[in-house]
C-alpha cells in the first residue's frame, strides 16, 4: 500500500474502492510490527481496530461514514479509550483498564476515525525528549540516535514514521510543538477550552491541552472540527460554536500584521540556521504585502521558571491520588497503610515526576506559597498584559519552535535545567492559554527537520490554521 500524506487522499481511493479500512488497519499494524524497535507504541489494538475498520467499511459503501471516515489515529498513552489499558507510561498505574471514553476519544469514534493503539510519552507528560517514560525511549524515526521530542513524541513518531495517518497528544508547555519540530510533522495546540480535557490524565490542569499531530494543516483543521467544542463533563470546556475548521483554512489571505520576538531570534541559545530560516520566512512574508516587525517581548526569561513554580504546584495536587490504594501499582513491600502510601508512590514514579511532585509541594507548603506560586500567579498575568498588548497590534506571533534540531539520548538528561530551556519558545502560549502550532518548514544542514511557531490571538484558532496553510503552501 502507498504511503498516504492527507485523510482526503485516503478518501478518495475509499470511494473507489482502491483500497478499503481493514486494508489500512492491516497496513499500518505490519508497519507497527516492522518498526518494533523504536518504542513507539506500547500497545497496538489490533482487533477493536479491524473490528471498527469493517463497521466503517459498510458506512463508506452505504455512504454514511462520519467525516474522518479512514484515518487511523494512534492516542498518546494519557488519553482515555473505555475497555483499553491507559498508564501516562508510568508504573503507577500498572494494569489499569480505562471505564470510560475520553470527550476526544468518543467525538473521534463518532466520526469513525479508527484508534490503532496508545503511544509512548515521557511519564505523566512530564518531559522533552521522551526519556522518562517507564517503559523505556521513544526513539526518532528518522535518526533512532535521537529523541522524538517529549512529552508527546511517541505520538509525534508514530505519525512521522507512518504507523498512522494521525494521533493525539497533549501541549501543557510544547508537549505537542516541540516533538512535531524534532520529528518533521505538523503539531497543533489549541486555544485553552477549545478542546475538553475529560478523559485526559492531568499534569497541571490549567495549562494542559488535548490537540493532533498531522502530516498536513487541513488533517488537522478536520480533527480540530470534530474534537472542539462544549462538554458538560469539562467546566473549563468553551461553550463558543466550533467554526468550520476544515473549509477555513483555504481563506484568501487578506495582508496581515505580524509581530516577531526579537528577544527569541537574538537569543543565544538559537541555532543559527534556525534563525536564518525564520529571517528567510520573514522576508518573503513582507514580499507578499505583509507587515512583519520585530517587537520587544523583555520577559522571555520568566516564561520558564513561571511555567515551572506553577505547573508542578499543580500536579503536586493531581497525582496526588495516585496512592496504591485504589487501583494501579501497590508496593509489595508495604506493611500498613503509611507504608502503602509511601513505598507505592515511591517505588511507582519515576525520578522527574518525583522531582516535581516535590517542587510543587514546596512552592505550595507553608512560608512558601505567597513567596513562589502566588508570585507566579502575579507573573502569568504580566506575562498575559504583555502578549495581549503585542495582540493588539498585530494578528499573529512568529518565533521558533525549539531551540534546536533533535538531540542525541542522553545529552541533557542528566542537567534538569537544559532540558527545562527546550520549552523556553514554546511555554508562553500555555501560560497566556493561546493557539499555537509548529509548522515543519525548516530542514538542518544536519538532515533533520525544525519547526517553525506561529501563535494566534484568544479563540481565534481558525485564522490560525488558515495562515499556517497558507505559510505551508509557499514559504
Do not use: W
Amino acid at each position: 500500500m502507498k504511503a498516504y500524506h492527507s485523510l482526503s487522499e485516503i478518501q478518495s481511493d475509499l470511494s473507489n474502492n482502491t483500497i478499503s479500512c481493514v486494508d489500512l488497519v492491516k497496513t499500518y499494524v505490519s508497519r507497527i510490527q516492522d518498526k518494533k524497535n523504536l518504542n513507539i507504541f506500547l500497545e497496538v489494538f489490533e482487533n477493536a481496530a479491524l473490528e471498527k475498520a469493517k463497521l466503517v467499511d459498510k458506512k463508506v459503501q452505504s455512504k454514511t461514514a462520519g467525516k474522518l471516515a479512514g484515518m487511523v489515529i494512534a492516542l498518546k498513552d494519557n488519553l482515555c479509550y473505555k475497555g483499553h489499558r491507559v498508564s501516562a507510561s508510568s508504573k503507577i498505574l500498572e494494569g489499569f483498564e480505562s471505564l470510560y471514553n475520553a470527550t476526544v476519544v468518543e467525538r473521534l469514534l463518532a466520526e469513525d476515525a479508527i484508534i490503532i493503539g496508545r503511544c509512548n510519552c515521557d511519564e505523566f507528560a512530564m518531559g522533552s525528549s521522551n526519556e522518562n517514560s517507564a517503559f523505556g525511549n521513544a526513539l526518532n524515526p528518522l535518526d533512532p540516535k535521537r529523541v522524538p521530542g517529549g512529552s508527546s513524541g511517541g505520538s509525534a513518531a508514530a505519525v512521522a514514521a507512518d504507523l498512522c495517518l494521525a494521533a493525539l497528544g497533549t501541549d501543557t508547555g510544547g508537549s505537542i510543538r516541540q516533538p512535531a519540530s524534532f520529528c518533521g510533522v505538523v503539531g497543533y495546540k489549541p486555544t485553552y477550552g477549545r478542546v475538553s480535557r475529560y478523559g485526559a490524565i492531568a499534569y497541571a490542569s490549567s495549562f494542559d491541552q488535548i490537540g493532533p499531530l498531522t502530516k498536513t494543516v487541513e488533517d488537522t483543521a478536520i480533527i480540530m472540527e470534530v474534537i472542539s467544542g462544549k462538554d458538560d463533563y469539562d467546566s473549563t470546556a468553551s461553550s463558543r460554536v466550533v467554526p468550520a475548521f476544515s473549509k477555513e483554512i483555504t481563506k484568501k489571505q487578506q495582508p496581515l500584521r505580524i509581530a516577531y520576538l526579537k528577544d527569541c531570534l537574538e537569543s543565544n541559545g538559537l541555532n543559527p540556521e534556525i534563525k536564518a530560516r525564520i529571517n528567510e520566512i520573514i522576508s518573503k512574508l513582507k514580499a507578499s504585502g505583509h507587515v512583519v516587525e520585530a517587537v520587544d517581548f523583555p520577559f522571555l526569561d520568566y516564561l520558564v521558571p513561571t511555567y515551572y513554580v506553577l505547573t508542578t504546584a499543580e500536579a503536586s495536587s493531581n497525582l496526588a491520588r495516585f496512592d496504591g490504594i485504589n487501583f494501579g501499582y501497590r508496593s509489595k513491600n508495604a506493611t500498613d497503610l503509611e507504608s502503602t502510601y509511601k513505598k507505592s508512590r515511591s517505588e511507582g514514579f519515576g525520578a522527574e515526576v518525583k522531582r516535581r511532585i516535590m517542587l510543587g509541594t514546596f512552592v505550595l507548603s507553608s512560608g512558601y506559597y505567597d513567596a513562589y506560586y502566588s508570585k507566579g500567579q502575579k507573573v502569568r498575568r504580566l506575562l498575559l498584559n504583555k502578549t495581549n498588548e503585542i495582540f493588539s497590534k498585530y494578528d499573529f506571533i512568529l518565533l521558533p519552535t525549539t531551540p534546536g534540531t533533535a538531540f542525541e539520548f542522553g545529552k541533557k538528561g542528566a542537567d534538569p535545567i537544559a532540558m527545562y530551556l527546550e520549552d523556553i519558545f514554546t511555554v508562553q502560549a500555555n501560560i497566556t492559554g493561546l493557539p499555537a502550532i509548529s509548522l515543519p518548514m525548516g530542514n538542518h544542514s544536519n538532515g533533520l527537520p525544525f519547526g517553525v511557531q506561529v501563535i494566534g490571538k484568544n479563540f481565534a484558532d481558525s485564522d490560525l490554521l488558515s495562515f499556517s496553510n497558507y505559510l505551508m503552501g509557499g514559504f
